[in-house]
């Protein structure tokens, strides 16, 4: 059984995971700003406790709590977590683009670098991006913030997955298209997505718990339809 970081747990496919890897037997630490709904699974095999990743003092607990509960072992690091604001560009503030930016890629830092420590080879760490931050797909009028961060997103994993390689840690990214999430209905209300949060969860776990042997500094793109 695997010691599992996830983080934006509180709700969409951050929550489906934390469900199906604890269902699965894994040990699970699900991290949100908002741990209510992780809590209110009182899944034995599933931890949380709020944790803004801006924050040291939230980070030094995610530490203490590696060290305390999985005798300072992680395999696997799910970067879920992900802000969107949806604006024309012109009217977007320096605030704005600051916290999308923030939680996209500030937060993958913070997290990626406070658990690595705590990782040996055959461990995986997964960035969840999406299509609209891969050249040349299609993109579209308001999500400047947000597609430009998960551009950003996408070269980290590159860079990781070659800074780290001799250590036999495996950094992927999955490119997601269009899921009925909360965040998709910010993007696209009414727009009914064919592939359900629960289904793209599931592809999420078997890839984060297989994929590391076979990809390493791969933006993979998991998308049936754009949005």
């Known amino acids: 059984m695997k010691n599992i970081i996830i983080t934006g747990t509180s709700r969409g496919i951050g929550l489906e995971l934390a469900k199906l890897f604890g269902n699965a037997g894994h040990q699970v ?5 908002n741990d209510q ?5 009182q899944h034995p095999k599933v931890h949380s406790f709020s944790c ?13 709590y590696i060290k305390t509960h999985w005798q300072s072992q992680v395999d696997i690091l799910i970067n879920n977590a992900g802000m969107l604001i949806k604006k024309p560009f012109a009217e977007l ?52 913030a947000y597609s430009s961060s998960k551009g950003a997103l996408n070269i980290l994993t590159e860079v990781l997955s070659e800074e780290y390689k001799e250590s036999g840690i495996a950094f992927n990214a999955l490119a997601l298209g269009a899921v009925q999430t909360e965040m998709l209905a910010i993007a696209f209300p009414g727009y009914q997505a064919p592939i359900s949060a629960v289904d793209m969860a599931q592809y999420i776990m ?15 793109q998991v998308s049936t339809s754009t949005p």
């Open 37 to 41: 709904p992780c809590q209110e699974l």
């Open 93 to 144: 503030t320096p605030s704005d683009v600051e916290t999308v930016y923030k939680v996209n890629i500030g937060g993958v830092f913070s997290i990626t670098q406070a658990t690595l420590p705590f990782m040996k080879p055959g461990s995986h760490v997964v960035n969840i991006s999406s299509i609209g931050g891969i050249q040349g797909s299609l993109k579209f009028p308001g999500l400047a």
């Open 206 to 220: 078997d890839f984060s718990l297989q994929g590391n042997r076979f990809y390493n500094g791969k933006i993979l």
């Open 52 to 64: 803004d990743l801006s924050q040291n003092d939230s980070i030094n607990q995610v530490v203490d």
């Open 29 to 33: 630490l699900a991290l949100s700003r």
